[in-house]
Structures are given as structure tokens and as C-alpha cells.
């Protein structure tokens, strides 16, 4: 009867912002972003990604609670950058790995069926 | 310590190599990328990748064996082929051409039933076929078999006089939101095992210590030359990391006989489909979907103080 709806794990609802963040008080260039609606999915690949920026000092995830729906990543990066910056940073490359892995896949499949008809 | 500036590009350049591809299966090597990748590529061909399946039923007559509730649910696990699903379907919860009832043609398919057995000297099967589609594009997965012979999925068995007449209506969604959405039936990957045999130490073994040697592994990795009676690594991948074979070793008094190390970026991957979509339309959506949550996640230019927030941390 008063079950939440299903949908309510994966969409954002009305009013709430799908990414925020905080900067830590006392640690300079540290910050806390929140991300609604996440989970390990983006949560793990995000921190491994920010763990190959040399400038990114600490960077982690952690789902606070199975039934409280969103991430919280951590990140702490040396002078020369900052957690927005790395952030955006992780986000553009992992975005264009895949873009790059979606072609490989595409030139793989034609190289595949070729080999098999025997060219 | 010199770090270089911000901005730098830490991109990976994954490959793939493709073992098997079939309609419903695929065998792949992904290389030169990491375990999250892998493994958030799994999670999302399993919990994220659209599909149609049936979402709302409306009994009109039911006088089985089963309960409408019982029915209902079968029918919702029914795979429907859903290449639709990805791009040209909308969900119903955001159609604005409906109130999200199921009477649109933009988010829902509908679907009829009628099924009356008349025939005493025996029951009558309802299966997947006899649900008749509205759209050509969305209808029961065949699953005919080799010989093409095809039954479709059995829901119900009619005795005669019994009866079954419904309309049901199938709509997008993911497998997060209930698994009947789920286009996988199942996506593995393992990491793919680098085996080294210390030849020197394998060559003070006799014939019938390497015989045992290789005996010890639960399943077929080694094998024997009959010729030159070396030991020869037949199947890497059908190690399973199970350390018989090094405890083997150590117990013949032979520690380093063999060392086997994960790659830590080379995997090897098995997706199933249901049918629902392809193996091959299951990766490549799974990989359009991901693009897409990473899109969702991108800091917005008005996220107020960002540059000022910038300004501040950087200042240190
Ligand atoms: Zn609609």
C-alpha cells in the first residue's frame, strides 16, 4: 500500500540535483561530491579513474546505506589541480574510453565475420 | 615531488578480441583496462540495458488451475524482442503522450490472449505463441530449436472446459527496476591467468610425479608431450585459481614448480541473452548506456559557486 515505487532507486526526483558537492573546511583542495541515484557502477570506475591522475592525492566512494540511493566521492588532489577539475577530468576520459572501446568493438565484429566467410 | 599540470589526459586505449559471436552469445578478450571497467560493463548489461517486457494485465476470463496474480507474473518473465527498446521506445513514467496508462504506441505494446480448451481426451497448452502482438517488432522470443521445431513458453494448461482470455500490456524498463527487464541471462568475465612453469625444478620431477602433478588440477590445464615428456600448459583458462596445483608443489616437496598470476587488465567475457536483444546489441548498448551515465554525472556550468569554488582551492 504505502510501498515506494520501484523506480525510485535509479530516478532523481523532482527538485533534487543529480550531482552536488561540497568543499572540505579545513583541507585545502578537498571535496565531497554527492551523486544521486549511483551506485558501484560509476562509483568504482570513477575512483579508479581519478587514482591514475598523478595531481589526485586521495580519491574514494562510499554507498552510505543500500536503501539511501546515491555515492559520495572523495577527492583530495595536490595544488596543481582541483577535485572539479579532476573530476571532469575522470568523467572526459572515461567517456572517451569507451567512445574508443564501442569502435573497437564495431572494427572487431566486421574483422570477425570476415575471418569466419573466409577472407 | 613534480607533478605535471592539471588537465593531462589518463585515458585507456581498450582491445578487444572476439572469440565466439552468436545471436545469443558472445565470447570476448577485453584488454588494457582495469577490473572496474569490466565490471561495471557487467553490471550494466545485466541491471541497465532496456528491454520490453509485460507490465500490466488485464484477466478477463481465468477459469485454470493457476491464479491471475500467478499467471500475470508469468507472463511478465516472457522475453519479447526488444531492439525498439534502446532509442526509439520512451519509458512510461517520462511519455508525455500518455499519462503513463499504457495507451500510447510511444511507450507501450499491447497484447492479446484468448485460449479455450474444447478437445476432453486431452489438456491444452498455452504457450508464448499465443499471445498476439499489436507490433510486428515486439513479440515472444522464438525459441524454436535446432531441428526448428518451436512450442513457445509455456504459461498455462487448459483442461477441457477451462479458459483464459486476457490483455496485456508490455513496456521499457531495466533490470534495476524488476529482473524481468534484464536482457542477460548471464555475463562473467574472468581475469585472464598467466601460467609460468618452472622448467629447470618440472625436469627433477619423473615421468610419474609429473603424471600426478598434473592430475592434481580439478580441471584440464596441463598435459603431458607423449613425445618429449614435458609438461605443456594445454587450457590457461580453465584454471579456476583453485591452488591445487601449487599445494601439489609444495606437498611433493617442489615449492615454484609453477607460478600463476591474474593479469590484472586482460578479461575474458561470456555474456548469454535471453533473446530479448543480441549478445552483440547487449554490449553495445551496455556501452552506450554507461556513455550515458557518466553524461548524467558531468558538473552543470550552474552549479553556482563552482568557479569560485575553484578559485579557492586552487589558491593553496
Ligand atoms: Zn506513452
Given at each position: 500500500?504505502?510501498a515506494?515505487?520501484?523506480?525510485e532507486?535509479?530516478?532523481?526526483?523532482?527538485?533534487?540535483?543529480?550531482?552536488?558537492?561540497?568543499k572540505?573546511?579545513?583541507?585545502?583542495?578537498?571535496?565531497?561530491?554527492t551523486?544521486?541515484r549511483?551506485d558501484?557502477?560509476?562509483?568504482?570506475?570513477?575512483?579508479?579513474?581519478?587514482?591514475r591522475d598523478?595531481?589526485v592525492?586521495?580519491?574514494?566512494y562510499?554507498?552510505?546505506?543500500?536503501?539511501?540511493?546515491k555515492?559520495?566521492?572523495?577527492?583530495?588532489?595536490?595544488?596543481?589541480?582541483s577535485?572539479?577539475q579532476?573530476?571532469?577530468?575522470?568523467?572526459?576520459?572515461?567517456?572517451?574510453e569507451?567512445e574508443?572501446?564501442?569502435?573497437a568493438?564495431?572494427?572487431?565484429?566486421?574483422?570477425?565475420?570476415?575471418m569466419?566467410?573466409?577472407? | 615531488?613534480?607533478?605535471?599540470?592539471?588537465?593531462?589526459?589518463?585515458?585507456?586505449?581498450?582491445?578487444?578480441?572476439i572469440?565466439?559471436l552468436?545471436?545469443?552469445?558472445?565470447?570476448?578478450?577485453l584488454?588494457?583496462?582495469?577490473?572496474?571497467?569490466?565490471?561495471?560493463?557487467?553490471?550494466?548489461?545485466?541491471?541497465?540495458?532496456?528491454?520490453?517486457?509485460?507490465?500490466?494485465?488485464?484477466?478477463?476470463?481465468?477459469?485454470?488451475?493457476l491464479?491471475?496474480?500467478f499467471?500475470?507474473?508469468?507472463?511478465g518473465?516472457?522475453?519479447?524482442t526488444?531492439?525498439a527498446?534502446?532509442?526509439?521506445m520512451?519509458?512510461?513514467?517520462?511519455c508525455?503522450?500518455c499519462?503513463?496508462?499504457?495507451s500510447?504506441?510511444?511507450c507501450?505494446?499491447?497484447?492479446?490472449?484468448?485460449?479455450?480448451?474444447?478437445?476432453?481426451?486431452?489438456?491444452?497448452e498455452?504457450?508464448?505463441?499465443d499471445?498476439?502482438?499489436?507490433?510486428?517488432?515486439?513479440?515472444?522470443?522464438d525459441q524454436?530449436?535446432?531441428?526448428?521445431?518451436?512450442?513457445?513458453?509455456?504459461?498455462?494448461?487448459?483442461?477441457?472446459g477451462?479458459?483464459?482470455?486476457?490483455?496485456a500490456?508490455?513496456?521499457?524498463?531495466?533490470?534495476?527496476?524488476?529482473?524481468?527487464?534484464?536482457?542477460a541471462a548471464?555475463?562473467?568475465f574472468?581475469y585472464?591467468?598467466?601460467i609460468?612453469?618452472?622448467?629447470?625444478?618440472?625436469?627433477?620431477?619423473?615421468?610419474?610425479?609429473?603424471q600426478?602433478?598434473?592430475?592434481s588440477s580439478?580441471?584440464?590445464?596441463?598435459?603431458?608431450?607423449?613425445?618429449?615428456?614435458q609438461?605443456?600448459?594445454?587450457?590457461?583458462e580453465?584454471?579456476?585459481?583453485?591452488?591445487e596445483?601449487?599445494?601439489?608443489?609444495?606437498?611433493?616437496?617442489?615449492?615454484?614448480?609453477?607460478?600463476?598470476?591474474?593479469?590484472?587488465?586482460?578479461f575474458?567475457?561470456?555474456?548469454?541473452?535471453?533473446?530479448?536483444?543480441?549478445?552483440?546489441e547487449?554490449?553495445?548498448?551496455?556501452?552506450?548506456?554507461?556513455?550515458?551515465?557518466?553524461d548524467?554525472?558531468?558538473?552543470?556550468?550552474d552549479?553556482?559557486?563552482?568557479?569560485?569554488?575553484?578559485?579557492?582551492?586552487v589558491g593553496?
Open positions: 500500500m504505502n515506494p515505487d520501484r523506480y532507486r535509479f530516478v532523481v526526483p523532482e527538485g533534487t540535483k543529480k550531482v552536488s558537492f561540497e572540505d573546511t579545513k583541507i585545502m583542495n578537498a571535496a565531497s561530491f551523486i544521486e549511483e558501484h557502477t560509476i562509483g568504482n570506475i570513477l575512483r579508479m579513474q581519478l587514482h598523478p595531481n592525492l586521495f580519491a574514494g562510499k554507498l552510505p546505506h543500500p536503501l539511501q540511493y555515492i559520495i566521492v572523495r577527492i583530495h588532489t595536490a595544488s596543481q589541480s577535485p572539479t579532476a573530476y571532469t577530468q575522470a568523467i572526459n576520459d572515461l567517456d572517451k569507451l574508443n572501446l564501442k569502435q568493438f564495431e572494427d572487431e565484429k566486421t574483422r570477425f565475420e570476415r569466419k566467410q573466409g577472407y | 615531488m613534480e607533478r605535471p599540470a592539471a588537465g593531462a589526459s589518463y585515458q585507456r586505449f581498450p582491445r578487444v578480441r572469440r565466439e552468436r545471436d545469443e552469445y558472445a565470447k570476448f578478450e584488454r588494457d583496462t582495469d577490473a572496474s571497467m569490466a565490471n561495471a560493463l557487467r553490471r550494466v548489461m545485466i541491471a541497465e540495458v532496456p528491454t520490453v517486457a509485460i507490465d500490466l494485465v488485464e484477466i478477463e476470463s481465468n477459469s485454470s488451475v491464479t491471475d496474480e499467471i500475470a507474473h508469468r507472463l518473465l516472457i522475453p519479447l526488444s531492439s527498446a534502446m532509442s526509439a520512451r519509458f512510461s513514467r517520462d508525455d503522450a499519462d503513463g496508462d499504457g500510447c504506441e510511444y507501450s505494446i499491447e497484447f492479446h490472449l484468448a485460449a479455450r480448451a474444447t478437445d476432453s481426451g486431452q489438456t491444452l498455452v504457450t508464448a505463441m499471445l498476439r502482438s499489436t507490433d510486428p517488432k515486439v513479440c515472444p522470443v524454436a530449436d535446432a531441428a526448428g521445431d518451436s512450442r513457445g513458453i509455456l504459461i498455462v494448461k487448459l483442461r477441457c477451462q479458459e483464459l482470455r486476457l490483455r500490456i508490455a513496456r521499457k524498463g531495466i533490470g534495476k527496476d524488476h529482473a524481468k527487464w534484464s536482457p548471464t555475463v562473467t574472468m585472464e591467468p598467466d609460468c612453469i618452472n622448467e629447470e625444478l618440472m625436469e627433477t620431477l619423473t615421468l610419474e610425479e609429473k600426478s602433478w598434473v592430475e580439478p580441471t584440464k590445464v596441463f598435459d603431458i608431450d607423449p613425445v618429449t615428456q609438461v605443456t600448459v594445454v587450457d590457461p580453465a584454471y579456476t585459481y583453485d591452488d596445483v601449487i599445494k601439489k608443489a609444495e606437498a611433493m616437496g617442489k615449492p615454484g614448480l609453477v607460478e600463476i598470476n591474474a593479469k590484472e587488465d586482460s575474458v567475457f561470456t555474456v548469454e541473452t535471453t533473446g530479448a536483444i543480441t549478445a552483440y547487449l554490449i553495445m548498448n551496455a556501452i552506450t548506456v554507461l556513455r550515458q551515465k557518466l548524467a554525472i558531468r558538473l552543470q556550468d552549479d553556482g559557486d563552482l568557479g569560485e569554488l575553484d578559485a579557492h582551492l593553496g
